[in-house]
């Protein structure tokens, strides 16, 4: 075989490949729910990593009495203590967002890495390791979360490792269930028989396929990272950093007099949830359209 | 009175009465006796009804039930006033028991359960006599030897007071008759009236038992859910008269917001030791709330640790009182709910030196001092706090960054109680403490001088100690009030600690609700005096 | 379509006019215009491969269009019921009454929480036979007819206690429980084994003779449809090419794809296989006293075999004979068993994972389903090029090419090099699994019924394809199958496999044609039955 | 099967008091010292540490501890000197209420909504409730309270009381008004992820081929949906039924603040606060072990109603 056509062949392979990702995105782009999503996830991102210098007023510095209504000097108001409301939400995103993603894809990975381990462990001890791992699910989360933010104190460090860890026990269920699905599958024994090593079969054989309800579990857990977070800042176990989900802790008091306060962070991150579910949705939508031919 | 008191998850750290301790010893005279009895003795009758506001009493309706929403109530509170040390505790024992003294609603020591507290010769013999229209709940009046057995039960089994007032020797407490009894007191000390304040040494009868407490005070009672609600019935026999309402509910409240709510809704008559953000929204729910508040000697303040770097440096302190600005912690953190400091304590004590030029923020100056001194800004520092009130955290923030002005790197570690007065304790370089409800002597005994045993800053200042230890042997007014200033004029001068803002007690309550006064040296509502408060209706 | 009323008698119980049937989100069409009659009494073939359309017809006629399709045009009557229009009510009484369905596969139709004599008695009461004791009555006579036990104990189980067949036998007694004039079979016998098949194909001739029914019998499988039905009609992509009296099938087709799928069908006269290819006497391929277990129940008992290099060996037997844990022993993916296997004369260490790189290549091993032996989200070529590099060492480079050459050879497009298997046919798959096998370069190939899963005329190609391969590589071959037949087709030798332990082998043309053992004589008669040819 | 089950659950409950147990003795500060207030002396400090037996090496605590536990002896409380049991037995009972009653209203409201979402998947419901999903999924439960107090009880309707103070001496269920909003809000919160997960359990089974049959076979609608559907999205919707009850034990910690609702939960943050070391572990234990035995239960109610799954266990 010549060189031409080794290229070729490898051009081949490339194009195909292209074609086939650039239908997907089509698919995801005439979409209209995941378009709004995808805004909405941009959105809100630009807001987090831009934010910070579009804030009009430095998000510490007074600009009112607290809780004072919108007016012209804050386009959302003033909050608890005369800051602008707008500024803030600017330019706390940024921990909050980092905090919440860090501690999922920390948790959901430690998790994934835990499902696979035990699922490659003969049944019995799978089934014994699974029991202890239950133990954490069965334990309620704000619980333990509590104790160790206790234990520890609220530093950013701790708050994202105990949020992290909240996703741990049930990430490792999920992922262990889908990774024995995956493991009875013939293409395994394929993989076997072509003598690939362990560590090639779970990296080039289960990964990708346990990849999707990794997928999924990430994105329920990103949600329920953002609502632990806040749900800490409000028992007043939270870090003292700004941010989000303190914004909506420190606020909740002057609701009545001053909702923006509070409303603007949790529409924020409202939105950027619900924009990441709906690209979600809209791209297993278009895989499994494509499936379906 | 007492030392610490949070509002919520504060204080229950100490349980302890004003100190005299060994420190105070050797700074003991004769009198201040012609004080304290000019301002007790005289309207023995009054004592805590004393001076309801104006609006009060003429249109209260007695009867009803007043539910009082505190943001205090724990699980740690005391029926046993001598066991007390926590906030609740302390509201718990102010409507069942009596102290022979109170602070009135100037602030001033008044007399309650005693009609006068007279030292003797000097102010090592002290003689307290009793109202004689005093009983207990039980029918049975007070007498001398109650008040005895008060004392010798507190040394006898080791109570906390028995280590604040370890200047009292229980032994050499004489009855003299059913109504009068002496005190010889190990160390002459002024501060005894002012000790007995405190809710920790109530009167009990001798036959007291804290699991079904009796006492003289104006409420009964009625059933206790530790840390969630306490309920009193009226005494109605109260030598002071019986209280407006049949019965009390002190229901406690861990979150602002519920409290307000619950007030809003109707659930709750009163909402007690409001914060003061949450005023607004008070005011918001129409015109059927009334919103009180008085300014207090209660004060969040900053302690800079002597002992450690770069506190150790009176350039760096001074630095950092040039850096705050008052005005804006009040304006900001408190809503306005709040008075401005200047770095040294309890502005209701008639000796406070109110001369001194008002401290206000110039981190420029501030900065300035810093670099001329040779330090290369920023200068780092850890500030730990525990959550003494609900915006102690917003009070420390905004602290921090008014520093960052003036080139303090200042990273904030809220942590709660418990862990505040751990193994670390002593060693923060930079601190928070609540002070209140003390004189200036006293605040002075415990914090500042004479190696003061709650002095956290660990600031000692020969110069200091000496005119604090002649001021509290002078007789003299006008010379004592003279060391007193002296003696702040070197706190403001080199001191440790920062005292930015006093606290105002702020009330919210029913406009079908009347007999609000003001009790500068208490933080409750109506400093926990419920029994002048009724409905209108 | 034109013949079709000429092998019409009687009136038409069933007419379909012009029906219409599209995608509803797309209007893609899958049946164009269908029209045809059936009388009363007839068993009515309906043959086609996956696709064609023959299911949805076939549902149709109980007014019945499944979820994502929709009726564009035409109309069906059945018993003079306009079953596309009519009332919700009316089509419930006739459904399982009078019209009655028999589901593809019973496993997943039967409600896994409802016991079968509970579900089967729901019918009845669906249609009005309120008394409970006639109801008992009527579900033991109908158990009776279908071969099962008319006991109560049997009516209380649950499907999955019941083997594939009986799960069937349930699923036809149900559909003949109330004496219905039409049964719409949906490939009813796909998932069985031969001899079931043929049991059940027997059972369903002669309830609709008793009761008078017409059947219509959907299924990919010609020659069994050509043993039993009166009439076949043959879908391509929805449209009927052919619509012919089955025992005159061969002779009156008239439609290219019919014929194609007549020519497809494994038959036994033809060539026989090669025997070796150039003289190699060494033993490519031996079992040794082998026991396989699966923790404490053995599954195979001393099985030996042998099998020469560049020879082909069926391994013939029922579901659950133990003839693919024996395929898995060779590979190394079973590895509890006692004896030996040896690999080119050489024994092999049982797990795979102690084998070395070279023992694991020497032996491949093609899986039953090529739905799940390709990873679903790895593109082929990559599938077939990752064993070629892994097994030989083979550069990215070299590895490409290879898998390019392997794929031309098994009969794909250059173009198919990227594409994911779900973009793949069945049968093109298979392909795909047979090229990552001899990627590895093998010297034995073991293929585990991997024709099973595939329509008719695919199989027919894959054989062929296999056939060719063993003779260009030489390579060993053990190819396990349940059908003699096509044991026969592919290999010189067969051995015989019941409860674990061989019972018989030999030439498979003998033991075709005289067959020793009376199990092997069972599968022989449903080989011949099912049969053209014979 | 089911033996082994319990015999899980009885490990599971020994890890789970082994990590109660270590995370509470970790907490930092000194119950001692906290009680004794600052001016304790060194002698004070150990005699109560004696009295207390914290002097004990760890494992004799924890024997002792857990041993206690076996009794149903949950110990006394650091802060109070009352029983653990009696302290914590009311506001167990509050918050039991709250859970029950939630989940009481939830359960039926979720298969109602979720089997009407799965009949017609696309409808009007089906996206109602895939919308609720993604936006409650995104709101912490103390907003949706403080948000149904905004409107029902303190800003435009005043029609619900804001907050559940019990007056006191009475029990909750003399004021079942007060059990509204904190219920309310539970449900909102909890509502839509049970209805999702019914929904999608309930369409799985709706699709199947075993539907198709019964219904070619004249099987009445209604009882292809309750008779046949139902009974198999049973055991996923009992497993995700079994977590929405979990989740509400913890799921009240927060509520119970916003509402100054006397259950557990508060009691839970006021009591590590106060390093009420036996109150917190009671309190964690009663709450896993409830749990536990809700997943106990729902598993051995999956396995009646997924026969296979019982032949399995037998």
Known sequence: MNTAEEIDVAAGTTARHDSRRTSVLRRVARDPRTLIGALAVILILVVVIIGPHLAPHDPGDFVGAPFAAAGHDALLGTDILGRDVWSRLLAGGLTFVVQGVVATVAGVGLGAVLGAVISLLSRRTGEFLLSINDTFIVIPQILVSLLIITRFGANPWVLVSVVAFSHIAHTTRVVRAATLRVVSQDYVRAAEGIGMSRAQIVAKELFPNVLPVLLVELGIRMAASFVLLASLNFLGFGSSGMEWGRMIEENKGGIAVQPWAVMAPVLAIAILLIGMNLVRDGISRAVSARSAR | MEGIRGNQQASRKRGFGPGGRTAFAAATVAVLAVVLTACSGSDSGSGATTSPSA???????????LRVGITSLSTSDALDPAESSTAGGYAIAGQLYDTLTEYDTEGKVAMRLAESVEAGKDASVWTVKLRDDATWSTGEAVTADDVKSTFTRIFDQKLPPSESLSYIDPDQIAVVDATTLTFTLKEPTVLFPEALTSPTVSIVPQDF????????????????????????????????????????????????????????????????????????????????FVVDNYATSGTLTWQMNVEQKPFDDPVVRQALRLAVDRQQLVDQVLSGYGTVGNDIFNPFDPMYNSTLAQRSADPAA???????AGYTLPIAVELTAAPLTSFSDRLNEVFVQQAAAAGFDISFKSVDSATYYGDAYGTYPLS??????LGIFDQAALTIANDAPYNATKWHDDAYDKLYNEAVTTVDTTRRTDLVHQMQQIEYDSGAYVVAVFLDSISAYSDRVAGYSTYPNTDGGNGYHFNTMGFTS | ?????????????????????????????????????????????????????????GLSLLGFTPPGLRVADGSIEVLGHPMLTLPAAQLRELRGGAVSYVPQDPAAALNPALRVGDFMAEVLAAHGVSDREVRQERIAELFAAVGLPDTAGFARRYPHELSGGQQQRVAIAIAFALEPRLVVMDEPTTGLDVSTTLAVVDLVRRLSHDAGASVVFVSHDLRLLMTFADRILVLLQGEVVDDVAAGRFADEITHPYSRRLLASLPRTDRRSPRVAGPERPAIGLELAAVSARYGSTVVTHDVNLRVAVGECVALVGESGSGKTTLARCVAGFHDDYDGDVALMDKAVPRSLTRRSAAERATVQYVFQNPDASLNPRRGVGESVALAARQTRGLSRRESRAEALRLLERVGLRRDHLGALPHE??????????????????????????????????????????LQELQWERGLTMLFITHDLALAQVIAARTVVLLHGEVVEQGDSRTVLHDPQHDYTRTLVEAARATHVGE | MIVRRLLAAVLMLFVVSLVVFVLTQALPGDVVRQMLGQSATADQVARLRAELGLDQPLIAQYLSWAGDLLHGDLGVSLTSGEQVSTMIGSRLGATASLVVVTFALMVPCAFVLGIAAARRPGGVIDHVVSGAVTVILSLPEFVVGILLIVLLATGAFRILPPTSVIPAGQSLWQHPQLLILPVLTLVVTALPYLTESVKSAMRDELGSEYIRWARLSGIRESRLVIRHALRNALAPSLQVSAMTLTYLLGGTVAIEVVFNYPGIGSALVSAVTDRDVPVVQGIVMIVAAASLVVYVVADLLALIVTPRARRRAQ
């Not at chain 2, 928070?432 to 409800?437: A, K, L, R, V």
């Not at chain 3, 989100?25 to 696709?51: D, F, K, N, R, Y």
């Not at chain 3, 049968?427 to 899963?453: F, H, K, N, W, Y």
């Open chain 2, 55 to 65: 609006s009060a009493s003429a249109a209260i309706v007695d009867g009803g039930t």
């Open chain 3, 424 to 465: 793949l046919s069945g049968g093109q798959r298979q392909r795909i699994a047979l090229a990552r096998a001899l990627a590895a370069d093998p010297d034995v190939l073991v293929c585990d019924e991997v024709t099973s899963s595939l329509d008719v005329s695919v199989q027919a190609e894959i054989v062929r394809l």
């Open chain 2, 366 to 372: 501030a900065k300035k001092l810093l670099e001329d």
């Open chain 2, 209 to 288: 038992d804290p699991a079904a407490p009796v006492g003289s005070g104006p409420f009964v009672l009625g059933t206790n859910t530790p840390g969630t609600s306490v309920t009193f019935t009226a005494n109605k026999k109260y030598w002071a008269g019986s209280p407006h309402v049949d019965s009390l509910e002190l229901i406690s409240f861990a979150d602002a917001s519920a409290q307000v709510n619950a007030l809003i809704g109707g659930q709750i008559d009163m909402a007690s030791g409001l914060d003061p953000s949450m005023v607004s929204t008070v005011k918001a729910a129409g015109s059927g």
């Open chain 2, 432 to 437: 928070m403490s609540y002070w209140g409800f």
């Open chain 3, 1 to 57: 379509m034109s013949s079709a009323a000429d092998i019409a008698p009687g009136p038409a119980l069933v007419t379909i006019d012009g029906l219409r049937v599209v995608v509803s989100a797309t209007g893609e069409t899958i049946l164009p215009s269908v029209s045809c009659a059936i009388p009363a009494g007839q068993i009515v073939g309906l043959a086609g491969e996956t696709g064609s359309g023959k299911s949805t017809l």
